[in-house]
């Protein structure tokens, strides 16, 4: 079968890397015949020419005391990073960060707001039976910020995965539906400040049940505690805050 | 000369002898290569550089039944395509990078002129025919560095080839006949 140009091509591009080119018997009656491969062969006779002038020209050189410097720098950074990495810490993920320091942000807000109302609130309703009924917490519950300290000491020093599993223990506890009337006296009516009587189904053990509206504390700081404590009340409750 | 496994685990063992010696055996490659695909000194250098210092970084990761020269060769052909990109992002004066082409620029030669048509090919072409024909690298390890089969390395080169014996033509140094003007 004759050969075309194409082909032929085709058989020089497969020998670039032997030199010179063995030829089949086709390729070479092809030459014979075709002026334009001949043409085309003549030219990269020229092209190789030109490669060889090319290659011969100078390229500088570069300074291996240069690179080598810069390995050893890196080097250097990477066995920093292996140390680092030595350390038996684990680091929460970025997530958990987030959640943790939202979380943490949230009780100590909740703190200052407890404290800045219970310096706020008149005597008569700190004094009065039902409340102070509810202050009376008893001794096997562990303070809120106790826990959320505990919580917070478990994502800095424990794993990550610890820290998550905390966190969806928390996610599986019950919702809390039950209302607790507190029955309180009624705050003085000229003062919006006074926080509004709350109603108790049970004087006698307060603290059996759990407070679910917070919010109908008196406004408008009493508003942001109910909210407060309504948020607490459903992720610890167990461990309700005292409402003053 | 020493193996290419026993010279990377003694570059993983961090002595400086071998380090050394693993520069002083693919600098020049390296080089030659940036300097031929970036024309310009400085970033040749600084690519050449990176080259080294990501390949030491990712030493581990060199797997002993393959030739170290096409995984070194091709960190080095990734960084000078990240340098092409990042000069194309911010374009500077031909001044600035064209050292190759100012070394002769009063009487271009052959190889003057080639190195003219080197500049217009692709970069996947370029970078082939620098290996092939500057470097010497088999069709074998520019296929293993370029991570492309051996006939797709074949037909760039003979597009590069092709592509540069057009320009040739154009710019009058080879005449239709396939023979070399004199012009000098």
């Given at each position: 079968?004759?050969?075309?140009?194409?082909?032929?091509e085709q058989?020089w591009s497969e020998?670039l890397?032997?030199?010179?080119?063995?030829?089949?018997?086709?390729?070479?009656?092809?030459?014979?015949?075709?002026?334009?491969?001949?043409?085309?062969?003549?030219?990269?006779?020229?092209?190789?020419?030109?490669?060889?002038?090319?290659?011969?020209?100078?390229?500088?050189?570069?300074?291996?005391?240069?690179?080598?410097?810069?390995?050893?720098?890196?080097?250097?950074?990477?066995?920093?990073?292996?140390?680092?990495?030595?350390?038996?810490?684990?680091?929460?993920?970025?997530?958990?960060?987030?959640?943790?320091?939202?979380?943490?942000?949230?009780?100590?807000?909740?703190?200052?707001?407890?404290?800045?109302?219970?310096?706020?609130?008149?005597?008569?309703?700190?004094?009065?039976?039902?409340?102070?009924?509810?202050?009376?917490?008893?001794?096997?519950?562990?303070?809120?910020?106790?826990?959320?300290?505990?919580?917070?000491?478990?994502?800095?020093?424990?794993?990550?995965?610890?820290?998550?599993?905390?966190?969806?223990?928390?996610?599986?506890?019950?919702?809390?539906?039950?209302?607790?009337?507190?029955?309180?006296?009624?705050?003085?009516?000229?003062?919006?400040?006074?926080?509004?009587?709350?109603?108790?189904?049970?004087?006698?053990?307060?603290?059996?049940?759990?407070?679910?509206?917070?919010?109908?504390?008196?406004?408008?700081?009493?508003?942001?505690?109910?909210?407060?404590?309504?948020?607490?009340?459903?992720?610890?409750?167990?461990?309700?805050?005292?409402?003053? | 000369?020493?193996?290419?496994?026993?010279?990377?685990?003694?570059?993983?063992?961090?002595?400086?002898?071998?380090?050394?010696?693993?520069?002083?055996?693919?600098?020049?490659?390296?080089?030659?290569?940036?300097?031929?695909?970036?024309?310009?000194?400085?970033?040749?250098?600084?690519?050449?550089?990176?080259?080294?210092?990501?390949?030491?970084?990712?030493?581990?990761?060199?797997?002993?039944?393959?030739?170290?020269?096409?995984?070194?060769?091709?960190?080095?052909?990734?960084?000078?395509?990240?340098?092409?990109?990042?000069?194309?992002?911010?374009?500077?004066?031909?001044?600035?990078?064209?050292?190759?082409?100012?070394?002769?620029?009063?009487?271009?030669?052959?190889?003057?002129?080639?190195?003219?048509?080197?500049?217009?090919?692709?970069?996947?072409?370029?970078?082939?025919?620098?290996?092939?024909?500057?470097?010497?690298?088999?069709?074998?390890?520019?296929?293993?560095?370029?991570?492309?089969?051996?006939?797709?390395?074949k037909t760039?080169?003979h597009?590069?080839?092709?592509?540069?014996?057009?320009?040739?033509?154009?710019?009058?140094?080879?005449?239709?006949?396939?023979?070399?003007?004199?012009?000098?």
């Amino acid at each position: 079968m004759a050969m075309n140009c194409t082909d032929f091509e085709q058989e020089w591009s497969e020998q670039l890397d032997s030199t010179p080119p063995e030829w089949s018997a086709a390729a070479t009656v092809h030459l014979a015949d075709c002026a334009d491969c001949r043409r085309w062969l003549a030219l990269q006779s020229v092209m190789d020419r030109a490669i060889e002038d090319w290659k011969q020209q100078p390229i500088p050189s570069i300074s291996t005391d240069r690179i080598l410097a810069a390995i050893l720098a890196v080097q250097a950074d990477q066995s920093v990073v292996v140390a680092r990495a030595d350390v038996p810490v684990s680091r929460p993920s970025r997530a958990l960060s987030t959640i943790s320091a939202s979380l943490m942000t949230t009780v100590t807000a909740m703190t200052l707001l407890i404290v800045g109302w219970s310096f706020w609130q008149p005597d008569e309703l700190v004094k009065s039976p039902s409340v102070a009924e509810l202050e009376a917490v008893p001794e096997d519950v562990a303070p809120v910020t106790a826990t959320v300290a505990e919580f917070w000491q478990d994502v800095r020093t424990g794993s990550a995965h610890a820290a998550q599993r905390t966190v969806q223990t928390w996610d599986q506890l019950p919702t809390i539906t039950q209302r607790v009337r507190v029955t309180a006296n009624t705050p003085p009516a000229e003062s919006n400040a006074v926080p509004a009587p709350i109603e108790v189904d049970s004087p006698s053990s307060p603290r059996t049940e759990l407070i679910s509206e917070w919010s109908n504390l008196t406004r408008p700081l009493g508003q942001k505690v109910g909210t407060a404590l309504q948020f607490l009340g459903t992720v610890l409750p167990s461990e309700a805050p005292p409402a003053s | 000369m020493i193996d290419d496994s026993v010279l990377v685990q003694r570059c993983l063992a961090n002595e400086v002898e071998a380090i050394r010696t693993f520069v002083d055996r693919f600098q020049g490659l390296v080089f030659g290569l940036c300097f031929r695909m970036l024309q310009q000194r400085e970033d040749a250098e600084d690519v050449t550089q990176e080259t080294f210092t990501r390949a030491f970084r990712h030493l581990r990761q060199w797997q002993p039944e393959r030739s170290l020269k096409p995984w070194v060769m091709a960190i080095a052909a990734n960084r000078c395509r990240t340098r092409l990109a990042r000069r194309l992002r911010q374009p500077q004066s031909s001044g600035d990078w064209q050292d190759v082409a100012t070394t002769n620029a009063t009487s271009p030669g052959l190889a003057e002129e080639l190195e003219k048509a080197l500049e217009s090919l692709r970069e996947d072409h370029r970078l082939c025919f620098v290996m092939f024909y500057q470097q010497e690298l088999s069709i074998q390890e520019i296929s293993e560095a370029l991570d492309c089969p051996t006939g797709t390395v074949k037909t760039w080169l003979h597009r590069a080839r092709k592509q540069m014996a057009e320009q040739l033509q154009e710019r009058g140094v080879v005449n239709r006949d396939g023979y070399e003007l004199h012009r000098f």
